[in-house]
């Protein structure tokens, strides 16, 4: 059912602990030694202004695989059995600061895809900080609140095939974990997936901070070509348009939130979790309160290249 484990020369790739949905690729330090001087040619203004620099690094890490990394990121985002995987670095040194972390994370977005323009902050990617106090208008950073489970890119134009997550830094942080489901391993899939109420058009809009001045319509679920059922759902953007659209979505929610099977795990800081944004829902867990807790997020999301 599950692909098998590749070996490739300086990465550690193993089955993830709690599902082998999710492949887990630890990058060895040899491998972190040899991108030092290929990522120090840029800074963060270079990658964000001139974007065929993201590509020049991309490069570096795909070069000391002979090329083999990735096709096989591709693959296991590409296939409906996994779909997700985890990486980072093996050990998190000095050299292994913010700015390099941001150039891992575009080097290895920059192998699966183009990144969509993030409005929220401007640029190809986002970062933001979660604290103990929060006045925005997203759940995004709440801390002391459930983020439940949704895909990203609901309210967009841009089609988002995949999204990146990379934890930057954490500080005094307890609670918070991640946690994902597949589609297929929802128990509630057949039922949702044959109401006509999830076929209709929804209309999704978004809060001001999201920069985004107007709303799209779309279903919440649909089909892939090979007729595999696929979602785009995000419980704070739907504008139900009647009391049948409203009713699904509380059910919906309520249906998602109390799966038995959501894989639920710490992602450790440096790492990064890259999934395919049709058929994996993510969420957060709530933190426990502390006036001095501190957790730094970057997010690049995009779409599939076509060739």
């Given amino acids: 059912m599950h692909q098998d484990l590749k ?3 300086g990465f550690e790739i193993s089955f993830h602990e709690k599902s082998k949905r999710i492949i887990n690729i630890k990058i060895e330090d040899q491998v972190i030694e040899r991108l030092i001087f290929p990522f120090k040619k ?4 270079a990658l964000e202004y001139k974007p065929f620099t993201r590509f020049t690094i991309a490069k570096s890490l795909d070069d000391i695989t002979s090329n083999e990394l990735s096709k096989y990121l591709n693959s296991i985002l590409k296939d409906r059995n996994t779909g997700c995987f985890i990486i980072g670095p093996k050990t998190i040194s000095k050299k292994v600061d913010h700015n390099f972390l941001v150039k891992l994370s575009t080097a290895i977005t920059h192998l699966i895809g183009n990144p969509n323009h993030d409005s929220m902050a401007g640029k190809y990617y986002a970062r933001f900080h979660v604290k103990h106090e929060d006045d ?7 801390a002391y ?11 967009v ?9 990379t934890k930057l830094e954490e500080e005094n942080v307890i609670g918070g974990e991640s946690y994902i489901l597949h589609l297929d391993d929802w128990e509630h899939l057949g039922d949702f997936i044959n109401d006509d109420v999830g076929k209709q058009n929804f209309i999704w809009g978004s ?14 679920f649909s089909v892939d070509e090979k007729g595999n059922p696929q979602i785009s759902y995000i419980d704070q953007f739907p504008e139900p348009k009647n009391m049948e ?7 919906l929610s309520d249906a ?7 894989i639920i795990f710490p992602l450790s800081v440096g790492s990064a979790i890259v999934a395919n944004n049709y058929f994996w829902l993510h969420g957060r867990k709530p933190f426990k309160e502390n006036k001095n807790l501190s957790r730094e997020l970057l997010r690049i999301r995009g779409s599939f290249f076509n060739n």
């Fill in 245 to 251: 659209q409203g009713l699904f979505l509380q059910k």
């Fill in 42 to 45: 840029f800074d963060i203004t």
């Fill in 136 to 142: 925005s208008d997203s759940y995004l950073r709440k």
């Fill in 207 to 220: 809060p001001k901070s999201k920069n985004i001045d107007y709303k799209v319509e779309h279903p919440v």
């Fill in 256 to 262: 998602l939130e109390e799966s038995q099977n959501k």
């Fill in 157 to 165: 134009k841009e089609k988002t095939d995949w999204i990146l997550m």
């Fill in 7 to 9: 070996h490739l020369d």
């Fill in 145 to 155: 609140t459930n983020m439940d489970l949704h895909t990203d890119g609901t309210y």
